[in-house]
């Protein structure tokens, strides 16, 4: 099956194979490109910033629940007994993705590489026309199983800096076991990013794990946010960036992206530090494709019991999902994704006016739910709580005039 173009609201999205992409464009063009909008583009374009899509351009497939690993940041809180899917029900729930228009499938777990049918499901996927790719800590990979993975677009190996830097992050020794991992996999022909969970400790050696991630071949370096979730909460606040280190990341960021030839990526939850730190245009940051939060918008996660979550991290299943509904239907009735939509559309302040907003999307849910309220903006962005500090001396302000008056 050949990838085709999807029509949406606002046009369509149209995928391209060299360079891998995929494109959003306007009514206008996709006619010209021969897609056809029918009932889609009765009415008035929405635009792309605010369209509810058809359907999720990327999903996050659960492959399993099994890990035996205990890293200490686990978002899934993996174990070595977890729940496993059949290769026939993933099959079929990527069959089902296809067919509602997804483009793209990034299998996670667990630990996805543990399955021995790994390489055998992604080649399902890239058979029916979707494109897979998979987040591993590299447990299970060896030349041997390397190359049965080239089924895969890239596969990203979770390496948080060399030696002592990885040990503190997930708390046991997996450097080396990450780095020959990746060398296999380069050797089987596979394309390979690295994943680097930033944590207070780890963060002050951004440069080292930056020419560390050039020196073992990777194409791209994704930086991403420690999430409270699974395991990930239980010394959260200790791991976390600190607010001296939020403060620092646009421009370490720069630094990073600067000295080193590979791309430098962040995930949806750091773009508020980045945005915060205003050393790049909104403009800008979309034309970088920087992304927010996507959940519910463009991504969509099935568990490894095929229920609907809006992304990876978001530990609570769908209380309405009774394991019966398809994708499609999930896609347009769960109710924590029309909760992110619905955030997404009436977002408080002072995200609402926040020249960033339409990039960032608000901040992190998960970080905001771990703080008492996911439907809150998140509360380490520093825009926010410039905000919350102002509002704070605001209303001390007023309560001590009023005690003046003795009110
Ligand atoms: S104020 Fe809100 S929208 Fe703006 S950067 Fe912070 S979290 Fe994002
Ligand atoms: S809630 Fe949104 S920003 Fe946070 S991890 Fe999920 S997709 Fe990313």
């Given amino acids: 099956m050949t990838r085709s173009a999807r029509p949406e609201r606002f046009g369509a999205f149209v995928p391209l194979d060299s360079p891998p992409a995929l494109v959003a464009v306007d009514r206008i063009l996709a006619s010209r490109l021969g897609v056809d909008g029918g009932a889609l583009w009765d009415g008035p374009d929405p635009g792309l910033g605010v369209a509810v899509l058809t359907a999720p351009t990327e999903v996050h497939v659960a492959v399993t629940e099994r890990c035996p690993a ?33 483009f793209s499938v990034a299998f996670g777990g667990g630990e996805a590489a543990l399955r021995k049918d790994i390489g055998a499901v992604a080649a399902h996927a890239r058979r029916i026309g979707l494109s897979p790719t998979m987040t591993t800590s590299g447990l299970g990979i060896d ?32 450097a080396s076991r990450a780095e020959a991992a990746i060398r296999h996999l380069r050797a089987a022909g596979i394309t390979v990013g690295i994943n680097t969970v930033l ?29 409270p979730a699974g395991r990930g909460r239980l010394d959260y606040l200790a791991r976390r960036l600190t607010r001296a280190q939020v403060d620092s990341f ?29 050393e790049t245009s909104p403009a800008d940051l979309a034309r970088f494709a920087v992304m927010g939060c996507e959940a519910g918008r463009s991504l969509m996660t099935l568990d490894a019991h095929g229920g609907p979550r809006p992304c990876s991290f978001w530990d609570a299943p ?69 905000e919350e500090a102002r509002l704070s001396e605001a209303g001390t302000k007023s309560a001590s005039s009023a005690d003046d008056r003795g009110d």
């Fill in 143 to 174: 030349a041997e199983g390397a190359s049965k993975l080239t089924a895969f677009a890239q596969v990203n190996v979770s390496w948080d800096g060399p030696a002592e830097l990885y040990r503190g992050v997930r708390g046991y020794d997996g």
């Fill in 70 to 102: 205990g890293c200490a940041g686990c978002y899934a809180d993996a174990t070595p007994n977890g729940h496993e899917p059949s290769f026939a029900e993933l099959t079929d729930r990527l069959d089902a993705l296809r067919a509602m228009g997804v």
């Fill in 318 to 386: 769908s209380d309405d999902a009774d394991g019966t509904e398809t994708p499609a239907e999930a896609w347009q009735t769960a109710e924590a994704l029309l909760r992110f939509r619905d955030y997404a559309a009436n977002a408080p302040e002072p995200c609402a006016s926040c020249d960033y907003f339409t990039v960032c999307r608000g901040g992190c849910r998960v970080v905001a739910g771990a703080a008492g309220d996911a439907f809150r903006p998140d509360p380490e962005c520093p825009r926010v709580q410039h």
């Fill in 250 to 278: 646009g421009s370490e960021l720069r630094r990073l992206a600067e000295r080193n030839s590979m791309a430098v990526r962040i995930d949806c939850a750091l773009v508020p530090f980045l945005a915060a730190s205003g």
């Fill in 199 to 227: 944590t207070s400790t780890n963060y002050p050696h951004l440069s080292r794990i930056g020419e560390g991630a050039a020196d073992l071949g990777a194409v791209e370096l994704q930086l991403l946010r420690w999430k």
